[in-house]
């Protein structure tokens, strides 16, 4: 499976954003809507040169200085928010454009219309620091503006790919629309006989049993939890958390857990993985055990044979509906 994220530059930056992530200059903790600690930076002399004009979820007009050079992560709130406060270990659902503060070029931007939002989850060890300051402590309905130095964004190597300099600060607009858990959290669906269980750690993390029986021949779906979210249509992305066992074995073969929630077309997975998550809805745990002819055909791939007889837990996280070309 590959990860989808709108456009390729855009998956290109967060992606290399979550590998890159270098440790950066501490910030003094800034109370969150629950009075706990909050990692966001305060605002600054830098960020207060970028003039932020636009509606939330509409393209911002972003106007600035060429030159502009952060010590710290700025941060300045441009519309407040009042909704649910981002904080570590959720998905953050939202529009983003990010500019090189240096040469002011565009390095990537959503498309700003319906469907055209990107999702991740909000994770320090999967972020630059830069980039995590920016959203967390942002409440939903919020925009913010943020100019990260290259000690919290790439380091002294930069980034050549996205025209990132070793001295370049990046400036980000990032417009927080929706935040969700990590985990589906529907209501429990009764089990239906013969089908493997499922058993969660505290953190949702699944452990598949597999029935001592011959694996079925046809594809089966079972809802597990049912969520009252957004119903997943054909051809939407979709993001979610998933792990996959073997039958026969009952081994791991591959899971997002520990690792990120992953972004999908329906339509660009496996044909048993995609009709599991057609017509369910978001905050749903699905279970789907998916023969050869719906999974890697006769031919198999790495690590799974012709023969084998795959499992999926998924908990569906958030969908969009692609914006028409």
Known sequence: MSKIINTAVLAALVLSL???SASGPETTPTPDASGGACPAAAPGKESAKIEVAGELGSEPKVTFDKGLKAENTERSVVIEGDGEVAKSGVLVTLDLVAYNATTGDEISATLYKPGGTTSFALDP??????????IACSAIGSRVVTIVPPADAFGSSG???????ADDSIIFVTDVEAIAPLRATGKDQPAEE?????????????????????AP?????????KG??????DGDSVTVQYQGVIWDTGEVFDQSWGRAPFTTLTGGV??????????????????????????????????????DTLVFVIDILATTTPPAS
């Open 18 to 20: 979550a590998a890159c």
């Open 125 to 134: 060890d999967q972020l630059i620091p830069g980039l995590y300051k920016a």
């Open 159 to 165: 980034n050549s790919s996205l025209g990132v300099g």
């Open 194 to 214: 013969g089908m493997p269980t499922v058993m969660l750690a505290a953190d949702g993390t699944p452990t598949i049993k597999v029935p001592d029986t011959e």
């Open 217 to 225: 021949e046809d594809l089966k779906i079972s809802v597990l939890k």
């Open 228 to 233: 009252d979210g957004t119903e997943v249509k």
């Open 270 to 307: 496996i044909k048993g993985f995609g009709q599991a998550l057609i017509g369910h809805t978001v905050g749903s745990q699905v279970l789907a055990v998916i023969p050869p002819k719906d999974g890697y055909g006769d031919e198999g791939t790495t690590g799974i044979k012709g023969t």
